[in-house]
């Protein structure tokens, strides 16, 4: 809301993506501090066969191309962790999903937190579809858990993970570049299982809990000496 963003002293967002946002809707500029992550939560286990999607079942997560990429891959498998509201929308695409699902897909709608942990340490890796995402919480959560990203390459996913280095990031994301995407990073952790796991733990360290601690102690005590 402008009117009340023209009243705030200082504005702080997730990410560079919605800095962009707020130039564009609001023409306000926005000091970046991305969201905390308790990486210490998180542990790496040896993998064991599957593919993990963590996201709320609603079309902009696209959760449809994950569906008809497994469709084309049916020695991979995949589970999502999918919440969704009991409104009319969120009900209608959480049923189509459900219908439209491969058979090598599984949809766990919600999982406790313990439960969640472990499907991260256990997973091949993770993967994230969502349109133009402002940030994006699963994929640091899979990092800190030593596990790569297949991602689109576009909103906040462009920010946290590093190319060909934490996962891979796929411009212009459809069902085929996806697929191809899923089997070659398969096949690169069947050859080399820990490949992508320091790379990842460190990049997820970058926005531990403590170094958001730490940023927004910084910010509020530059604008208490600032007024």
């Not at 189509?96 to 937190?113: A, G, T």
């Not at 990031?169 to 069902?175: K, N, S, T, V, Y």
């Not at 990049?203 to 601690?213: E, G, M, S, W, Y």
């Amino acid at each position: 809301n402008k009117r009340y963003a023209d009243n705030v002293d200082v504005l702080v967002c997730n990410s560079e993506n919605t800095k962009k946002r707020l130039r564009k809707y609001l023409n306000k500029d926005a000091k970046i501090i991305n969201p905390p992550v308790d990486t210490q939560a998180f542990r790496h286990k040896e993998q064991k066969g599957f593919w993990l999607s963590v996201n709320r079942l609603i079309g902009t997560k696209r959760i449809e191309l994950q569906m008809n990429a497994f469709k084309k891959l049916k020695d991979e498998k995949l589970i999502i962790v999918g919440s969704y509201e009991k409104s009319r929308h969120f009900l209608e695409y959480a049923n189509w999903c459900k219908k439209i699902k491969p058979d090598n897909v599984e949809i766990k709608s919600w999982v406790s937190n313990e439960d969640l942990v472990e499907l991260y340490a256990s997973c091949k890796g993770v993967l994230a579809t969502a349109n133009d995402e402002d940030f994006g919480m699963s994929v640091i959560e899979a990092m800190a858990s030593g596990k790569p990203v297949i991602a689109a390459n576009e909103g906040g996913y462009k920010e946290s993970i590093v190319d060909k280095k934490t996962g891979l990031l796929i411009d212009g994301i459809d069902e085929n570049n996806l697929a191809q995407c899923i089997a070659k990073l398969s096949k690169e952790i069947e050859d080399n299982p820990l490949k992508f796991k320091t790379a990842c733990q460190e990049q997820a360290a970058k926005l531990d809990t403590k170094i958001f601690v730490e940023r927004i102690k910084k910010e509020v005590t530059r604008l208490s000496q600032n007024p």
